[in-house]
C-alpha cells in the first residue's frame, strides 16, 4: 500500500476519534474548563497566539466593512454553544497536525523513508492516546503545545540538521507564546536528563561506571530537598510575576510543605491521569485501567517469545534507556515537591512519546499502533454509553 495512504487513513482515524471525545465528553470533566472558556473569551495574552484566534480574526479583517465582527462572532456562535467552540478548537488542531506532518515529509526527512514512518506513526500515535486526545480536545492554548512539544520529540534527531533545527527552534519560540509554563516544564526536564547523561559520560572516562548511582542519586537528593529554592531563584529572574502567582496559589491552598504520603499519592495520580482516561471531576474510565492490567500481563507473557525477551533485555540493558527511565521517573517527584499543584499528568504529556517508542521496538509499528487507538476507543466508547444511560435515567 503507498505509504501517503497509509498516513492519511492513520490521521483520518485519529479526527474521527478527536471527534468523538470533543463530542462524548461532557465540558465539566475537561480540566479548567471554565477558565479556558473564560480566558477565551477575554482574549488573554496566550490564547491571542492560537490559530484558532488567529484565524478569527483574520477572518474580521477580510470583512472590516462589518465592525467588530470578531467579538459578534465570538458571542452569537460560541458564547452559547460550548460544543460548537470545542469542535472547532479541535478541528484546528487537527489542521495544525497535518501541517506539521507535511513540514515533516517536506523539511524534516531522516535518513530512510522506514525512519519517516516510524516518526509518523510515533507522532499520531501519541496524540490518539486517551489522556493526550483529552488535552488536544479542550479548549485551551495548551492544546497546541501539546501537539507541538509531542511533535518536537518524536523528531529530535532532526536537530542535527540546520533546516531541521531551525524548524523545531521555530516551533519552541511559538510555544513560548502558546503556554510558557509548561515549556518551562518540558526544558526542565531535558536539563535534567542530559545533566545525567554528562555525569554518565563522567563516571564512564574516569572512574569506569563507579559510583555513577550514588552521582544520580546525590543528584536527585540536591533537587528535591532544595529544588524549591532553586525554582524560586532561577524562575524569579525569568518570570518573577509567575513565580509570585505560583507561590501565592501554594500559600493560600496549605500546600507550601507537603507530607511525604500527601506527596506520594500525588505521584500516584500524576502516573494514573497520565495512563489512563481520568477527568477533572475525577471520574474516570475503569476499563482503561483494567485495560493498562492486561497489557502489562499481555508484555510479561510475551517474554516467553525468545525474540520479544532479546529485545526487552537489549533495551533495558541500554545506557541510554537506563538514564532516561531514572530521569522519568524522578523528574513528577521533583516537579510535584516543588508544585504540589501541578499534580496533573497534563504539564507532562510528552512523556507519552517515551511510552510508545519503546513499545514501537518491541511491538513494531503496526501493532503499537493497533493497541493504542483500540485502547483510545474503548475507554470513550465506555464514557459514551455511560452518559447515555444516565441521560436516559435523568430522563426517566
Known amino acids: 500500500m503507498n505509504t501517503n495512504m497509509v498516513y492519511f487513513k492513520k490521521i483520518i482515524l485519529f479526527f474521527f476519534l478527536g471527534l468523538i471525545y470533543v463530542n462524548s465528553i461532557?465540558?465539566?470533566?475537561?480540566?479548567?474548563?471554565?477558565?479556558?472558556?473564560?480566558?477565551?473569551?477575554?482574549?488573554?495574552h496566550e490564547v491571542q497566539f492560537t490559530p484558532q484566534k488567529l484565524i478569527l480574526e483574520n477572518f474580521s479583517q477580510l470583512y472590516s466593512d462589518y465592525k467588530n465582527l470578531d467579538q459578534n462572532l465570538y458571542e452569537h456562535y460560541f458564547y452559547d454553544n460550548d460544543g460548537l467552540l470545542r469542535n472547532y478548537f479541535f478541528a484546528t488542531n487537527f489542521i495544525f497536525c497535518l501541517f506539521l506532518i507535511g513540514c515533516k515529509l517536506l523539511f524534516l526527512r531522516e535518513k530512510s523513508k522506514n525512519l519517516d514512518a516510524k516518526s509518523i506513526n510515533i507522532f499520531i500515535?501519541?496524540?490518539?492516546?486517551?489522556?493526550?486526545?483529552?488535552?488536544?480536545?479542550?479548549?485551551?492554548?495548551?492544546?497546541?503545545?501539546?501537539?507541538?512539544?509531542?511533535?518536537?520529540?518524536?523528531?529530535?534527531?532532526?536537530?542535527?540538521?540546520?533546516?531541521?533545527?531551525?524548524?523545531?527552534?521555530?516551533?519552541?519560540?511559538?510555544s513560548f507564546f502558546l503556554d510558557r509554563g509548561n515549556l518551562y516544564i518540558f526544558i526542565t526536564f531535558f536539563i535534567i536528563y542530559y545533566s545525567f547523561v554528562i555525569i554518565n559520560i563522567i563516571s564512564e572516562k574516569f572512574l569506569n561506571y563507579k559510583y555513577t548511582f550514588s552521582f544520580f542519586l546525590i543528584s536527585f537528593?540536591?533537587?528535591?530537598?532544595?529544588?524549591?529554592?532553586?525554582?524560586?531563584?532561577?524562575?524569579?529572574?525569568?518570570?518573577?510575576?509567575?513565580?509570585?502567582?505560583?507561590?501565592?496559589?501554594?500559600?493560600?491552598?496549605?500546600?507550601?510543605?507537603?507530607?511525604?504520603?500527601?506527596?506520594f499519592y500525588r505521584i500516584i495520580y500524576f502516573f494514573v491521569t497520565f495512563l489512563t482516561l481520568f477527568f477533572a471531576d475525577f471520574t474516570f474510565s475503569v476499563l482503561s485501567v483494567i485495560l493498562i492490567l492486561v497489557f502489562t500481563i499481555y508484555l510479561i507473557i510475551n517474554?516467553?517469545?525468545?525474540?520479544?525477551?532479546r529485545k526487552f533485555v537489549f533495551l533495558i540493558k541500554s545506557r541510554n534507556f537506563q538514564i532516561l527511565s531514572f530521569s522519568l521517573l524522578i523528574f513528577p517527584i521533583i516537579l510535584i515537591n516543588i508544585l504540589p499543584t501541578h499534580a496533573y499528568?497534563?504539564?507532562?504529556?510528552?512523556?507519552?512519546?517515551?511510552?510508545?517508542?519503546?513499545?514501537?521496538?518491541?511491538?513494531?509499528d503496526i501493532k503499537m499502533f493497533k493497541i493504542i487507538i483500540f485502547y483510545s476507543l474503548v475507554s470513550i466508547t465506555e464514557i459514551f454509553v455511560l452518559n447515555f444511560y444516565q441521560n436516559i435515567y435523568i430522563h426517566v
Open 221 to 263: 537528593l540536591i533537587l528535591f530537598f532544595y529544588g524549591k529554592n532553586i525554582f524560586i531563584e532561577f524562575g524569579s529572574i525569568i518570570n518573577s510575576e509567575k513565580v509570585e502567582d505560583l507561590i501565592k496559589v501554594l500559600n493560600s491552598l496549605n500546600l507550601n510543605n507537603i507530607n511525604i504520603i500527601d506527596l
Open 303 to 309: 517474554l516467553k517469545n525468545r525474540f520479544f525477551y
Open 345 to 364: 499528568a497534563k504539564y507532562c504529556l510528552f512523556y507519552i512519546v517515551f511510552l510508545l517508542k519503546p513499545l514501537q521496538f518491541l511491538l513494531g
Open 125 to 174: 500515535a501519541s496524540i490518539s492516546f486517551p489522556s493526550v486526545l483529552l488535552n488536544i480536545s479542550s479548549i485551551s492554548p495548551e492544546s497546541i503545545y501539546t501537539v507541538i512539544s509531542i511533535f518536537i520529540l518524536v523528531n529530535f534527531k532532526c536537530f542535527r540538521s540546520l533546516k531541521g533545527a531551525l524548524f523545531l527552534i521555530f516551533l519552541l519560540i511559538y
Open 26 to 44: 461532557a465540558p465539566n470533566k475537561f480540566p479548567d474548563n471554565q477558565i479556558l472558556e473564560k480566558r477565551f473569551f477575554e482574549k488573554h
